[in-house]
């Protein structure tokens, strides 16, 4: 149950084979300056004055609150509350370009489950450690053997030091034998980067928010993906109005599920249809 004792690094540009190599070896990669530094500053620039009054901490039951952090303020719905995200951040084809190698092999295409901006404030405590997955309780029976159900990038939207609470992640535990081993906190590293960087990481490793010993919040931004045949986590077609999705092209409407997901690839049915027919063509996306 060794596990490596750094994160590596990759420049942006790095191909996606390369990238899916580190990833199965292991369960993660940080790429360096993955978005432009002035990309997120206007990112963040959209959604300071919404995250200064909002309150940190969820609703829901007293596990969930625990996770969630009672110092962190998570704010979702990104797509209709930021242009840049909108229409410089969902459908970017580098990024996607390594999201595909962990989707695509077990679905012919893949939801984004959901989009926050996460921020630990000062004090806050380490997040209790776990797998991705863990939305769909099945995949922690078929362990490390299974499909990779979902995977996330957490792109760095501040300074993402240990001290303000990076990540936490144990390297190579996306092979352990027993995904209802959660670890220990003295097993992890920090997932330290630069603003614009992200940590790409697989749906089976285990990691967790770090502790906030510093004065200063901790922001990033979460956009985790699972397979096109499983449920996500924000229901994006009950948020997004119909026209602004008729705005973005076919891939992001498709993350978003405004479109049907098929699975030719195992060998299976469409789902996600009206009166048999594919999504799109019903809600007419692809009239002009």
């Given at each position: 149950m060794t596990s490596a004792k750094s994160i590596r690094h990759v420049p942006a540009g790095t191909s996606a084979d390369e990238v899916d190599k580190i990833i199965q070896s292991d369960g993660g990669v940080i790429v360096d300056n993955l978005f432009p530094v002035e990309k997120i500053a206007r990112l963040n620039a959209e959604l300071d004055p919404v995250l200064k009054n909002w309150a940190p901490g969820i609703q829901g039951t007293e596990w969930m609150v625990e996770f969630a952090g009672r110092q962190t303020k998570r704010l979702t719905q990104l797509v209709t509350r930021s242009s840049v995200f909108r229409?410089?951040?969902?459908?970017?084809?580098?990024?996607?370009?390594?999201?595909?190698?962990?989707?695509?092999?077990?679905?012919?295409?893949?939801?984004?489950?959901?989009?926050?901006?996460?921020?630990?404030?000062?004090?806050?405590?380490?997040?209790?450690?776990?797998?991705?997955?863990?939305?769909?309780?099945?995949?922690?029976?078929?362990?490390?053997?299974?499909?990779?159900?979902?995977?996330?990038?957490?792109?760095?939207?501040?300074?993402?030091?240990?001290?303000?609470?990076?990540?936490?992640?144990?390297?190579?535990?996306?092979?352990?034998?027993?995904?209802?081993?959660?670890?220990?906190?003295?097993?992890?590293?920090?997932?330290?980067?630069?603003?614009?960087?992200?940590?790409?990481?697989?749906?089976?490793?285990?990691?967790?928010?770090?502790?906030?010993?510093?004065?200063?919040?901790?922001?990033?931004?979460?956009?985790?993906?699972?397979?096109?045949?499983?449920?996500?986590?924000?229901?994006y077609p009950f948020g997004v109005p119909l026209e602004m999705a008729r705005q973005l092209g076919p891939r992001a409407q498709q993350l978003l599920g405004f479109r049907s997901f098929s699975n030719e690839i195992g060998g299976g049915g469409t789902v996600w249809q009206m009166d048999y027919r594919p999504l799109a063509e019903f809600l007419r996306l692809d009239k002009n």
């Amino acid at each position: 149950m060794t596990s490596a004792k750094s994160i590596r690094h990759v420049p942006a540009g790095t191909s996606a084979d390369e990238v899916d190599k580190i990833i199965q070896s292991d369960g993660g990669v940080i790429v360096d300056n993955l978005f432009p530094v002035e990309k997120i500053a206007r990112l963040n620039a959209e959604l300071d004055p919404v995250l200064k009054n909002w309150a940190p901490g969820i609703q829901g039951t007293e596990w969930m609150v625990e996770f969630a952090g009672r110092q962190t303020k998570r704010l979702t719905q990104l797509v209709t509350r930021s242009s840049v995200f909108r229409n410089e951040m969902l459908d970017d084809a580098a990024l996607l370009s390594y999201i595909d190698t962990m989707m695509l092999p077990h679905a012919d295409s893949y939801w984004m489950t959901s989009a926050q901006l996460i921020q630990l404030q000062p004090g806050e405590k380490c997040q209790m450690l776990h797998r991705d997955l863990e939305n769909w309780p099945i995949f922690k029976q078929l362990g490390p053997d299974g499909p990779e159900a979902a995977c996330n990038c957490l792109v760095a939207l501040s300074e993402y030091t240990e001290e303000m609470g990076a990540t936490r992640v144990i390297p190579g535990s996306h092979k352990w034998s027993d995904f209802n081993d959660r670890g220990s906190q003295e097993m992890t590293i920090a997932a330290e980067m630069e603003p614009g960087s992200g940590f790409i990481y697989s749906g089976k490793v285990l990691h967790g928010g770090g502790e906030n010993k510093s004065n200063r919040p901790r922001r990033a931004l979460a956009m985790a993906y699972n397979l096109g045949w499983l449920v996500p986590e924000e229901a994006y077609p009950f948020g997004v109005p119909l026209e602004m999705a008729r705005q973005l092209g076919p891939r992001a409407q498709q993350l978003l599920g405004f479109r049907s997901f098929s699975n030719e690839i195992g060998g299976g049915g469409t789902v996600w249809q009206m009166d048999y027919r594919p999504l799109a063509e019903f809600l007419r996306l692809d009239k002009n």
